[in-house]
């Protein structure tokens, strides 16, 4: 067929009733004549036809083909007939086409204007030999992968011995014969007709043997000798055609007879067919895999069946019996109906005709809107496979339909995802099995884990042709930062529990890390945190860090007041910064200003109370107002300040003060000569006042003449004094405004000239004056830009020319300034690279020269100067050590950068005694003194006791027995009281022997 049509042609001048001139088409419902068809002066006829799948090619004996001359051979396109060059000279057989070539062969000399005899082939634009002259003429051409087989009546191809057929190697570019080829006894045949069939070339004609096999009108060659179709045709007919429909071979020509069979003029050869057969099942998958039972009689000998093919396809051999064949079907190309085939030693071949259909399942995919969807077809919004952008922590879905729209169950496997990010997508609620012409919804969920764009694909597993489906999928994951509303203050009694649970809202995964005064929290790493029965030492306040890909926020701080938490002083009082109604009386005990308070700050010679209510008291040197009272006149007592309220921090510098409220409001008050209240000019204060920028503020530290707080994002801002770089903008000019110097910052610490900050992830930076290595990276160099200092940093601390920081393991380390020890060293030597100091620490506070911190079991410990009683005990000045504190519970203890005095929260305990007295043993009327050594708050009151009965007029810190009598000999102990309480020393004995006289 070509263009949809049947060809024929021969001699005849009508066909079905319409005139057609030795050619005619039929398009299923009627004839037509191509182009007037061909014609001769005499005997016109068409003895061949072939076609390229484009056009149709016609040879026989005409010299017209419509109104066109064409000597033996024209081209039909279709509309119009066309010459191939000038044709032959003689009549054409023969016609193949190959590829682009025409081959053919016929009785003829020359081909165009070429010599060629018998044989010709046509490249599309001239003729050419095809590979050299034949001495007969040729009947029949086929070809087969890269051979031209041709047959006729010939003797010779191209010199080369050939009896009636040769076959063409193109590769080997040579004829060669088929062993000795085809002919009669009497040397009279021809071949008329070739065919492929079950793999082999078969040839008719009139002839009698092929090569040394008898053979009747009819042979068999498979590619190295010829063999016989049983009995052939009958010996007084002939074969002119053969044809083959892969299986069997049809042929026609003049006979009767065909093997013994009575056949007029046509015959199929091929397998027996045994109609008897049962197969079950009748269908399946055409992927194969499944077992199929033949049942039948003579299927073979019970063991000989060496193959089995359904529809032509090979199936494995499971078992077999000489009535039942069991097969493991295997997988085809696609629809089949065909064939069951059994091939036995004992029976040779025996089938049932169209026995077995291969089916397959279809695979449809829609979106929801219903639009249809190619496999591997590119991600896009239309087709519901690009998602677009999706905030971490966030899911996007879409649906899509599968519809079977195949003949047997679709079977639907694993999902395989393939390309970037394939963790963030999922497809769920995919059916197992859809059976066919029915639909079933499954749906692509896209969850971004991190933030980046995703392009991959997803590779759904089926049995249809189209396996794997190809969705190809994209979405970008995006993130907003974290925000935190702050936890809410609370007031509450020893204890209690204490929870803490802000809402976080946000990109998902957080990270968190909760700060107490400034320093993370050990373990302390969730959204909520609880703290159970709860002591003084649990007051504070306290923030949640919220990190996320996006960025990081800090809540504002939540106060905590656990009662009975008092505020504690100590130290230097000139300007009556201790708030106890006096100046000039250094304190060298913690004295209880009753004041409930949870944080505090300690200016050059100004104090500042963050009250548990939110208020604040102010005490201490005022000349600049930076009580914020209205005033400039200090204040030996501490005055109660009730605007701006509701506080949640306090910052105290030289001269000045910042103060934050729970709005997140900034304010100052003080000493503004060089621009630290940020206010845009120099001009001090005496009221609190807002800030430009000041919104948004969750943390504030002062330094000597410059401020610095961190909004709730981790932006840090500066203002202030800048002459070392302190401000870290890269200058070293003054700053009237608040100016931006970095991000991620959650805690911050101000020296006198000097700046150093933690970042969301533990680092530790540093900016400012370098004198004395305080910045410590390891030079004496001013840095105007922050530099990184340290990792895995808690807290940090800054003092006039000195730094410490607490590492996240409990570890605390200095640099800088160590004149008086206050690094806590044992030397006086000065460090520009972090020093460890001690361990187990969870909170570090520096002033003017020395240092304070805390350690897990509630002590604290104090180093370097002590001319104004800034260690907290009537120690010598300086403290090259860390000496312990004791008697306190504190919650935190703090100081400024300029501050010679101590403030601290929490409670004073009763007295501890740190000797206990020795017992001994003397001779009667010697001498015994006993010792205790106690610490407290004073006045510390001693009774020493004899057998639990106190001593009168015992009351001093020894006892002393002058000369002891036998009265004396006891138990001894002392009992050391202050307001707090009162402690008993563990009990000594005195024994007092009698002297024995010696007689000599």
């Not at 050939?162 to 009669?184: E, K």
């Not at 496997?413 to 769920?428: E, R």
């Not at 005990?873 to 008697?887: A, E, N």
């Not at 002891?964 to 707090?980: E, I, M, R």
């Amino acid at each position: 067929a070509v263009d949809g049509k049947l060809y024929v042609g021969g001699e005849f001048d009508s066909i079905g009733g319409v005139p057609a001139n030795n050619i005619a088409a039929w398009d299923g419902a009627s004839w037509t004549n191509p182009g007037a068809g061909v014609s001769a002066e005499e005997f016109p006829c068409v003895f061949a036809l072939a076609h390229d799948g484009t056009n149709l090619y016609a040879g026989g004996w005409f010299t017209t083909a419509g109104e066109t001359n064409a000597n033996y051979i024209a081209r039909w396109d279709g509309e119009t007939w066309h010459p191939l060059g000038n044709g032959m000279d003689g009549e054409v057989y023969a016609l193949y086409t190959a590829g682009t070539h025409l081959y053919a062969g016929g009785y003829f000399f020359t081909a165009g204007d070429t010599n060629a005899a018998f044989i010709a082939q046509w490249n599309g634009a001239a003729w050419a030999p095809a590979g050299g002259d034949f001495d007969g003429s040729v009947y029949a051409l086929r070809t087969h992968g890269d051979k031209l087989y041709a047959g006729g009546w010939f003797t010779d191809a191209a010199g080369v011995v050939a009896t009636n057929i040769a076959v063409w190697n193109t590769t080997a570019a040579a004829w060669t014969n088929l062993s000795s080829g085809i002919d009669t006894a009497a040397g009279d045949g021809s071949v008329y007709a070739l065919a492929l069939a079950d793999g082999q070339l078969h040839a008719g004609g009139l002839f009698d043997r092929a090569g040394n096999v008898s053979a009747s009108h009819v042979a068999a060659w498979d590619g190295g000798a010829w063999t016989n179709l049983g009995a052939g045709i009958e010996a007084d007919g002939w074969v002119n055609a053969l044809a083959s429909d892969g299986d069997y071979l049809f042929v026609g020509g003049s006979f009767a007879d065909a093997g013994g069979t009575s056949a007029s003029n046509i015959a199929m050869w091929g397998p027996e067919i045994l109609e008897d057969y049962g197969v079950a099942p009748r269908e399946g998958s055409w992927v194969g895999g499944f077992e199929v039972v033949i049942t039948g009689s003579d299927l073979g000998s019970g063991s000989d069946v060496t193959n089995v093919t359904l529809c032509g396809i090979s199936a494995s051999i499971l078992s077999q019996s000489s009535t039942q064949i069991v097969v493991l079907a295997g997988a085809a190309p696609g629809t089949l109906l065909g064939d069951v085939r059994v091939y036995s030693t004992s029976q040779g071949e025996t089938f049932k005709t169209n026995a077995f259909a291969y089916k397959i399942p279809g695979f449809e995919l829609r979106n929801a809107s219903g639009s249809l969807k190619a496999s591997g077809a590119s991600a896009s919004t239309v087709n519901g496979t690009a998602f677009g952008n999706c905030y971490l922590g966030q899911s996007m879905t879409n649906r899509f339909t599968v519809k079977n729209t195949g003949a047997i169950d679709l079977t639907l496997g694993d999902v395989v995802m393939t390309g970037t990010g394939t963790d963030n997508f999922a497809v769920v609620d995919l059916a197992a099995t859809i059976p066919p012409g029915e639909t079933d919804e499954f749906t692509v969920v896209f969850s971004p884990l991190t933030r980046g764009r995703f392009l991959l694909e997803a590779r759904l597993a089926n049995d249809s042709p189209t396996d794997p489906f190809v969705i190809k999928l994209s979405g970008r994951g995006i993130a907003y930062a974290p925000e935190i509303d702050p936890p809410a203050s609370q007031s509450v009694d020893e204890g209690d529990t204490v929870t803490l649970e802000p809402n976080v809202v946000g990109s998902t995964p957080f990270h968190f890390q909760w700060l107490k005064n400034g320093t993370a929290i050990p373990g302390a790493i969730g959204n909520a945190l609880v703290l159970a029965n709860v002591s003084p030492s649990g007051s504070g306040l306290y923030q949640l860090v919220a990190t996320n890909a996006a960025g990081m926020a800090l809540s504002r701080p939540a106060r905590v007041a656990v009662a009975p938490t008092t505020s504690l002083v100590w130290g230097g009082n000139a300007l009556g910064q201790l708030g106890i109604g006096t100046s000039g009386d250094n304190a060298t005990n913690a004295l209880d200003t009753g004041i409930a308070a949870v944080f505090a700050a300690a200016g050059a010679a100004h104090s500042i109370f963050l009250g548990a209510d939110g208020t604040r008291r102010a005490a201490g040197g005022n000349a600049f107002g930076q009580l914020g009272d209205g005033t400039t006149t200090p204040r030996l007592t501490s005055v109660l300040l009730a605007t701006p309220d509701n506080l949640v921090g306090v910052a105290a510098g030289q001269g000045h003060t910042l103060l934050l409220d729970d709005d997140g409001y900034l304010y100052t008050t003080g000493d503004n000569a060089s621009g630290q209240l940020g206010t845009g000019g120099t001009t001090p204060r005496t009221s609190p006042a807002g800030v430009y920028n000041g919104y948004d503020v969750v943390a504030v530290a002062a330094g000597d003449a410059h401020s610095l707080f961190i909004k709730d994002t981790g932006a840090l801002y500066a203002m202030g004094l800048n002459a070392d770089g302190q401000l870290g903008d890269g200058t070293t000019s003054t700053s009237l405004y608040a100016t931006l110097v970095a991000q991620r910052a959650v805690a911050i610490a101000a020296g006198g000239a000097h700046s150093l900050f933690v970042k969301d992830d533990g680092s530790l930076w540093a900016m400012g004056d370098n004198a004395h290595g305080q910045l410590g990276d390891g030079t004496l160099q001013d840095r105007k830009n922050e530099v990184v200092i340290a990792q895995n940093v808690a807290g940090v601390a800054t003092g006039h020319g000195h730094s410490l920081f607490v590492k996240r393991d409990g570890t605390l380390w200095g640099m800088g300034l160590n004149d008086d020890g206050q690094l806590g060293l044992g030397d006086t030597a000065s460090r520009n690279t972090p020093a460890l100091i001690a361990s187990n620490v969870v909170h570090a506070a520096a002033g003017k020269f020395h240092s304070l911190f805390q350690t897990a079991d509630g002590s604290v410990w104090a180093m370097g100067r002590n001319i104004s009683g800034e260690l907290g005990g009537d120690w010598q000045s300086p403290q090259l050590q860390p000496v312990r504190i004791p008697c306190l519970s504190l919650a935190a203890a703090v100081t400024g950068a300029s501050a010679s005095h101590t403030l601290a929260v929490g409670t004073r305990l009763p007295p501890e005694i740190v000797v206990d007295p020795d017992s001994q043993s003397i001779v009667y009327g010697e001498g015994a003194e006993f010792a205790v050594a106690a610490v407290g708050f004073a006045p510390l009151f001693h009774q020493w006791r004899l057998d639990g009965v106190p001593l009168v007029g015992e009351t001093a810190t020894n006892l002393v027995i002058a000369s002891a009598t036998f009265a004396d000999a006891g138990v001894y102990d002392v009992v050391v009281s202050n307001v707090l309480g009162a402690v008993v020393s563990a009990a000594a004995t005195l024994e007092v022997r009698q002297i024995i006289p010696t007689v000599s």
